[in-house]
């Protein structure tokens, strides 16, 4: 079983800068992927930002160039940096983990969810 310990988030202005923090304990066999996806009031959840095992970033248009997705080379971790915060940023932020938990079954570990929440 992996447990997902999110960090960070709360209350910013237009402009200003955020960071979240997510630790993973537990087993994991083989990682696949680990980001954050983010669900704002009455919309879906959607990707925010996504590191592969190679190391690869995948960030969701509207966030390139202000968030930078960073992955810990000692422990399954990531943190992500929001900078130049917008309105629209505001939602409930999810660390989620991809991973192989034995040889042959995967699946998705989903972290409780940070609000953040950016006034205009």
């Known amino acids: 079983q992996v447990h997902l310990e999110e960090s960070g988030g709360g209350l910013a202005p237009a402009g200003g800068s955020l960071r979240l923090s997510c630790v993973a304990s537990?087993?994991?066999?083989?990682?696949?992927?680990m980001g954050w996806y983010r669900q704002a009031p009455g919309k879906e959840r959607e990707l925010v930002a996504l590191?592969?095992?190679?190391?690869?970033?995948t960030y969701d248009d509207s966030v390139k160039g202000r968030f930078i997705l960073s992955k810990s080379n000692t422990k399954t971790a990531v943190s992500l940096q929001m900078h130049s915060l917008k309105p629209e940023d505001t939602a409930v932020y999810y660390c989620?983990?991809?991973?192989?938990?034995?040889?042959?079954?995967?699946?998705?570990?989903w972290g409780q969810g940070t609000q953040v929440t950016v006034s205009s």
């Open positions: 989620n983990v991809r991973a192989y938990y034995s040889v042959s079954a995967w699946g998705d570990t």
């Open positions: 537990g087993n994991i066999f083989r990682l696949i992927t």
């Open positions: 590191k592969n095992s190679s190391g690869l970033t």
